[in-house]
């Protein structure tokens, strides 16, 4: 129940294509939901994150989809450059009952071709 | 630098030696996590710390590791007779009070040979 399932496992697309990371919950007590990018021999980075009381959310190039009732989110990647060759994690926690350690999924790891 | 600072960077230790891990939270931040991160894999919580307080240990092994977070000074993941199972990048984050936002550390990368 405390499990987050990440797919792709890996994902190939061309400079300027919408690569999409989807990531799946269980928990519905889980209010918290973010992406972290990390590059190889680094710490993950927190992107973007976003909190069930929207449905979308959008910083930059990067978009959060969420769907409350499948417990569904993902992560889009508008006009994608090669520099965004990273790892992608997405995670939850349950920040508002004070758990606020985070459950991560299993990553994802996209290459952009130029 | 204001980020979240780990040392060493990398860390070699043999079968049955003692490896202890730095972190210092961002500034402004009193609440640590640490993660782990086996090779291919996603990270792993492990515990989480205030100011002199364990508040959630349930990530961590129940034998040879232990943590801190004391008044002063860094917090410490401290590994003791150390196996190779335990060769992983081990992560540490800070956040606010209350927040849900978790930055993280550069990682220590500890091999053990």
């Known amino acids: 129940q405390q499990q987050v399932k990440q797919s792709p496992q890996s994902l190939i697309v061309q400079k300027g294509g919408i690569p999409i990371i989807n990531c799946a919950y269980e928990?519905?007590?889980?209010?918290?939901f973010p992406w972290y990018q990390q590059f190889p021999g680094k710490g993950p980075a927190l992107l973007i994150a976003?909190?069930?009381?929207?449905s979308e959310k959008k910083e930059g190039r990067f978009t959060i989809s969420f769907n409350k009732s499948a417990k569904q989110f993902s992560l889009h990647i508008m006009d994608s450059q090669p520099g965004d060759s990273a790892t992608y994690f997405c995670a939850a926690s349950r920040v508002g009952q004070g758990a606020q350690k985070l459950v991560f999924g299993q990553g994802t790891r996209l290459t952009i071709n130029p | 630098n204001a980020g979240v600072m780990q040392n060493p960077r990398h860390l070699v230790r043999r079968r049955g030696q003692e490896a202890r891990l730095r972190c210092s939270p961002m500034k402004g931040h009193s609440h640590v996590y640490w993660y782990r991160q086996l090779p291919e894999e996603g990270l792993k919580f492990m515990v989480y710390l205030q100011k002199e307080n364990i508040i959630d240990e349930s990530g961590m092994p129940k034998e040879r590791f232990s943590a801190e977070f004391p008044k002063e000074g860094p917090s410490i993941l401290r590994i003791q007779q150390v196996v190779r199972g335990d060769s992983a990048a081990y992560f540490c984050a800070s956040s606010t009070l209350g927040q849900g936002e978790q930055y993280f550390g550069p990682g220590t990368r500890l091999t053990v040979t």
């Open positions: 928990n519905t007590a889980f209010d918290y």
């Open positions: 976003i909190r069930p009381d929207v």
